[in-house]
């Protein structure tokens, strides 16, 4: 009941529209515009965004292998987790959760800081991540995490809300061993911590690729969906080799 009255409230009926694209999670071939925004395209099966099927899109052509993989999944709900699940992979998931140790479990969840992952160096061929990496006070640090974590030639495979016509756009600094704003502060929405509730400390641009490079990945670039799908409102996918 409540993703329908989620639903209803994103519906623009000036800009209501159908498709019969296929969606790239759960290839059903129906798909509804609500309005004009990433999250506003859902599949009508599997309630997909169009964040979500930009990543799968990538993951898939990324991951085309005949043994399972090592797979690390920065969340643990919604479609693309649930399109996880259900693959060959050996899918791990984990959130930040408050009040809870690094590297316990709550109702079946691992509690994990990418800032400080508690696995060991090496552990997957693959993470992903979608709309996670805005939300990390030391977004460097983050990426380090991940790079130690994955294997030789391991792929991180994430999304983040970015204008690919700007440079990063730091929103805080830390002065004196202290965080201050330096824009008034920006809260996204989470399917855990609700609407609104979670800090925004950054807003990306182009050069994200220039601090994935300095952690040591070989090998980065920015998948440019097709304006033909997804009523042109794809998500641009990060990717990054190590």
């Not at 009508?44 to 169009?50: H, K, V």
């Not at 991540?129 to 983050?142: A, K, L, Y």
């Amino acid at each position: 009941m409540a993703r329908i009255i989620n639903i209803f409230k994103q519906i623009n009926f000036k800009q209501l529209r159908f498709s019969k694209q296929r969606c790239h999670l759960c290839n059903w071939t129906l798909q509804i515009k609500l309005c004009d925004d990433e999250m506003g395209i859902r599949c009508t099966r599997c309630g997909a965004s169009a964040v979500s099927q930009s990543l799968a899109q990538v993951f898939k052509k990324s991951t085309q292998s005949d043994h399972p993989l090592k797979v690390y999944e920065l969340s643990s709900t919604g479609p693309f987790v649930k399109y996880l699940l259900a693959s060959h992979h050996h899918v791990t998931l984990s959130e930040l959760i408050d009040d809870v140790p690094l590297g316990e479990y709550v109702n079946g969840v691992i509690c994990q800081d990418v800032q400080n992952l508690t696995y060991k160096d090496e552990t997957f061929d693959v993470c992903t991540s979608s709309e996670v990496f805005e939300h990390v006070e030391n977004d460097t640090r983050g990426f380090r995490e991940i790079y130690r974590v994955l294997k030789p030639a391991g792929k991180l495979i994430f999304t983040v809300p970015i204008a690919l016509n700007s440079t990063t756009i730091e929103r805080t600094r830390l002065i004196n061993g202290q965080r201050e704003q330096i824009l008034p502060a920006e809260y996204h929405s989470d399917k855990l911590k609700g609407v609104g509730k979670v800090f925004c400390y950054r807003n990306y641009g182009f050069d994200i690729l220039q601090r994935l490079q300095s952690v040591g990945f070989s090998y980065t670039t920015i998948v440019i969906p097709d304006k033909n799908e997804l009523f042109g409102l794809g998500r641009p996918v990060i990717y990054a080799e190590k």
